[in-house]
């Protein structure tokens, strides 16, 4: 490996919105992120959806197909 050609690294503080902590090495000292392994919903098990704009129920509205119509 050539010298002087990598950056520095830290042992880095990773902060999520939940108020997990979890130390890890990084080019940065403290990283801050929205969601962890503590809080996703695939780690956890629990769904959470979040949508303030209806925007789900607009795709659903958008692409759902009635039964009627699902003659050929």
Same mark, same amino acid.
């Given at each position: 490996?050539?010298? /002087?050609?990598?950056? *520095? ?11 997990? *902590? ?5 080019? &940065? =000292?403290?990283? &801050?992120? /929205? ?21 789900? *129920?607009?795709?659903?509205? =958008? ?7 699902? =003659?050929?």
């Amino acid at each position: 490996m050539k010298k /002087e050609i990598h950056p *520095e690294t830290f042992i880095a503080k990773v902060v999520c919105a939940c108020g997990a *902590e979890f130390l890890t090495r990084s080019t &940065k =000292k403290i990283i &801050k992120v /929205e969601i962890c392994s503590q809080c996703h919903p695939f780690f956890t098990g629990k769904q959470k959806f979040i949508d303030t704009a209806g925007r789900v *129920e607009k795709f659903q509205r =958008k692409y759902s197909i009635p039964p009627d119509n699902n =003659k050929k």
